[in-house]
């Protein structure tokens, strides 16, 4: 079984993995993805961007076409067997035994592991239903429940055992605001207790809130990792002023070297340069010099959808 | 929610002191509870149960004119001695069943083991739990085998419940003509229902190689009975001579064989060899394919 983990080797750590389906379609291209112990780790990719397919591979579902992926420290998928009874996983939405309860569907899985101890199979059961809010549904029928109720049974079955690497895809999808909530909730309580959480996501506020570290993926390729806060660092903030003169303003924040102006009814909107920027104060000055009434002046923080978008790109079609 | 505390003092208990065997056979054992709780398994064992009581309820009106059935029906002379012993009433109905009713139910439930698993997307679970390619496809295969006999003994039990109910029961005049007591012909009848489920094999293998090859549970079962209807046909056809005794139902009926004194076991013998060889044959290659192959359903 598996040895003590180390805490400096990475949760995930892969070299140039990639995986080309039958048929041709190149998914993942040279992915070298380093996933840091105790991070809560967003990963995010418009669709079609092959963050289903890294999980797969990560989990010994699909073999990789090159390259190589360790999870907690070994080598997938020769170690299989060893690694995922420490490895809780959500992939790509739930899937249940309609015609079982909640509750024997979650046995079926808890049986499916070899390291399980059947002795303490249904107190573990019973607290990943209550872990998921549950356990009032655990003896309906798994066909009778809705898709935020699945979503939630699906995580129960990750949560069976204490885990040291939960890689969920999409955890939130159908859940309604509470679940969310509760789910955020549920991830940073498990992170606090040492998890290592690597979660797929669209919804960037969610990514935001909970993640510590992020990689962005766009067309099979990884575009850029690393923690939150410098991703979204990396975003300019944007100059917003707002004046009943635009005309006036946008003159003088030109001369001042300011770039990319964009008026919007009384808000003028731009880019501070890059280069030696203008002192703000100096700016608001320069405004009111100009007999330019100014009603509100700030600049705002980049978001991570700032990152996201100008990373990947605005367009909506999925690239094929 | 739970406190993580109350969680880690239920869970810490050691795990890996248990024996493997022990731990596989909680994956079956599982894998047996899930099967037989399906609506579908209950459907076809109901269908199962339903033939003796339709061979009796024939047999019984086309002789209550005094007449006696005709042998040409279901099976090698079976038949006509149901009026005078219910006990032939299982060998009838066995007959009856394994050309057909019984292998088709295989087909189904073996047919479907791996792909109705990948159609409902919960293979991939049942695999990052991790429950090991190998050893999945093994608790498939027990149970398919588990599937065979229950088919095989509702039938029997069906059958016996009914012959008992419908006709007398006594001694058992053998198709060699020597006569048995009731509780050794109740023991042939045991040993005939242990060979129509061994007969079975050939079919449950083929079902589980084609469950491995694709992702729709339902394309797999109609696979798997449309090879066993062609098959069937390919071994009455007499031009095809050559290849019939490699076919996996050329022996099927030998079991009639066990009803004779002394028995005779040239063909059962040769049944028992062909399942075998299918079972080796088309157990490697699922075993073959599924450990190799991409799961992304
Ligand atoms: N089984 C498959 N066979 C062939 N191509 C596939 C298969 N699964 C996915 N693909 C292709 O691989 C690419 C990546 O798909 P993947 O499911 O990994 O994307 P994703 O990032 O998870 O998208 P989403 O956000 O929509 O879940 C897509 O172009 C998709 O068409
Ligand atoms: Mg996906």
Redesign the pocket.
Known sequence: MAQPASVTEAAIDTRGLTKR???G?L??DGLDLAVPRGSVFGFL??????????IRMLMGLIAPTAGSARVLGEPMPSAVRGVLPRVGALI?GPALYGHLSGRDNLVRYDCADPTADPRTRGARVGQALERVGLAAAAGKKARAYSLGMKQRLGLAAALLQPRELLVL??PTNGLDPQGMREIRALVRELAAEGTTVFL?S?LLDEIEQVCTHAAV?AR?RLITQGTVGDLAEGVRGRLVVGTPDPPEAVRVLKENGIVGLVVDGDLVTGELPAQDPPDLAELNAALVRADVRVRSFGTQRGSLEDAFVALTGEGFDV?? | MSTAEERVAVTAAPVAARPRGLRTLGLFRNELVVTFRRWRTLALFAILAGIPVVVGIAVKIETSDGGTAGGEGGGPAFISQITNNGLFLVFTSLAVTLPFFLPMAIGVVAGDAIAGEANAGTLRYLLVAPAGRSRLLLAKGWAALVFCASGVLVVTVSALATGSAMFPLGDVTLLSGTSISFSEGLLRALAVAAVVTVSLIGVAAIGLFVSTLTNSGIAAMATTVGLLITVQILDTIPQLHAIQPYLFPHYWLSFADLVRDPVYWDQIMRNFGLQGLYLAVFGSAAWARFTTR?I?A
Do not use: C, F, L
């Not at chain 1, 669709?47 to 890294?54: A, E, V």
């Open positions: 389906y039958r048929g379609q998914a993942v990719g418009p669709n079609g961007s092959g963050k289903t397919t890294t790509e895809d999409e797929s669209h993926m099979g690239d094929g | 991409d992304t």
